[in-house]
């Protein structure tokens, strides 16, 4: 059997440690995409000499045409105009939804098959775009915002408690913004429930942490966003789906009655295997996470319809 391919498009900072991330964990053969000239030529032919040393004989190659993602397993789509300081990730809307009109098109005639995850922000409006203009199934394509806000608030969490990353369990819901919903009923440590080693006024203060951590690091940057943590979420979502892992994460899927909601994407714990989204976990809230969850779901929803507001004029 042949290796999977694994096409990445947009080939900055998150599309080149996508690249990387893939060949040494020996997932498939890459294709690194973009629409300026020399730039994924160059990090590919960078990755293809470092073979060698990682041990990998998966081949990798930059371009600037979609028709070389063609037949691709994997879809990550990381195009867009990343933040700066100040801004927030709905500001980047309008430019963002013309780029991922333009991919989702280059997905739909090369790639029709493939699984798609969506990294670009502001990430609920753009998964379901991306949804809407492929016209793929939902559980083909989904966002990738869940395992990072889920992975910062456990790094956060195990901190404060001194122990392992690895010890510590925790989830976020909703969408990738500043209303994100960190959801404390879920969160253990060694099993047990996070409030038996944090305080609450500590507790409330990480997730208030979690919330703006994005934008933490655009401040500390001055000149882009985070990248490293997001590549390494969007991997774990490839993986799941190439190997078949039926692997509970939490990521933006497009929600048909769950959770109360219709007709849009929002963060929420789903398995991914082979069927791609094969199910959404419904999970019981306490009043208060899901009061939250419904302002979350809200905002979704007006970004959504700022979108389409943009494209139509």
Not at 31 to 54: C, R, S, T
Not at 176 to 192: N, Q, Y
Not at 210 to 233: C, D, H, M, N, W
Not at 265 to 294: F, H, M, N, S, W
């Amino acid at each position: 059997m042949g290796r999977k391919k694994i096409a990445l498009i947009g080939a900055g900072n998150i599309g080149g440690t996508l690249a990387h991330l893939a060949l040494i964990r020996g997932l498939g053969d890459v294709v690194l995409f973009d629409v300026v000239e020399g730039m994924p030529q160059g990090k590919a032919l960078d990755l293809l000499e470092g073979g060698p040393i990682d041990g990998t004989d998966a081949a990798i190659i930059g371009t600037n045409e979609y028709k070389d993602i063609a037949g691709a397993d994997v879809c990550i789509v990381t195009a867009g105009l990343p933040r700066k300081p100040g801004m927030s990730r709905d500001d980047l809307l309008a430019t963002n939804s013309k780029i991922m009109r333009s991919v989702s098109e280059g997905i739909k005639k090369y790639a029709p098959d493939a699984f798609v995850i969506v990294v670009a922000n502001p990430l609920d409006a753009m998964v379901t775009l991306c949804k809407r203009e492929t016209g793929l199934p939902k559980n083909r394509v989904v966002g990738m915002a869940g395992v990072l806000d889920s992975s910062r608030y456990r790094a956060f969490l195990a901190a404060e408690a001194k122990v392992s990353v690895q010890s510590v369990q925790a989830l976020v819901f909703g969408g990738h913004g500043d209303d994100m919903v960190p959801v404390r009923s879920t969160c253990t440590i060694g099993g047990a429930p996070v409030t038996n080693f944090i305080s609450e006024e500590r507790l409330a203060a990480i997730e208030e942490r979690t919330r703006k951590a994005g934008g933490e690091i655009v401040a500390l940057l001055k000149t882009g966003s985070a990248f490293y943590s997001p590549a390494t979420a969007a991997i774990q979502m490839a993986e799941a789906y190439l190997l078949d892992k039926k692997q509970v994460l939490p990521c933006a899927a497009y929600l048909e009655g769950e959770y109360g909601y219709s007709g849009f994407y929002l963060g929420v714990p789903a398995q991914i295997g082979a069927g791609g989204i094969e199910r959404i976990l419904e999970l019981k809230l306490t009043a208060d996470e899901k009061k939250a969850l419904d302002v979350s779901a809200e905002h979704v929803k007006e970004l959504v319809a700022a979108m389409d507001k943009v494209l139509a004029g």
